[in-house]
């Protein structure tokens, strides 16, 4: 199966843009699903944002308006745009691929994650 690394994490302040990026060590064309959670110091891992093999996505209510996920099939890449960064924003990013990864249970792949911290 594909492994993914992830890059683009690091410090910026509040209101400031990151661009996460994930690249997969092999074809991600045959996989349905890729995405990016999120755990932040003493909670939960939730799901960001996911995009389908189809371009169709989905979104944390978090982050609706201001994350926007994209994916390039010929470059084995998906992206994470994230604009107006807040405080609550901080966590560790994961990039992850499956077939469906609005279910955790459901990720068959997990990067090693990307550290982003928005300082206010």
């Known amino acids: 199966q594909v492994q993914l690394v992830e890059s683009g994490g690091g410090l910026v302040q509040a209101g400031g843009s990151l661009r996460l990026s994930c690249e997969a060590s092999?074809?991600?064309?045959?996989?349905?699903?890729m995405g990016w959670y999120r755990q932040a110091p003493g909670k939960q891992r939730d799901l960001v944002a996911g995009?389908?093999?189809?371009?169709?996505?989905n979104y944390a209510d978090s982050v609706k308006g201001r994350f926007t996920i994209t994916r390039d099939n010929a470059k084995n890449m998906v992206y994470l745009q994230m604009n107006s960064l807040k405080p609550e924003d901080t966590a560790v990013y994961y990039c992850?691929?499956?077939?469906?990864?609005?279910?955790?249970?459901?990720?068959?792949?997990w990067g090693q994650g990307t550290l982003v911290t928005v300082s206010s």
């Open positions: 992850v691929a499956g077939a469906d990864v609005r279910v955790q249970a459901w990720v068959h792949v």
């Open positions: 092999g074809s991600i064309v045959s996989i349905n699903a």
């Open positions: 995009i389908t093999s189809g371009g169709n996505t």
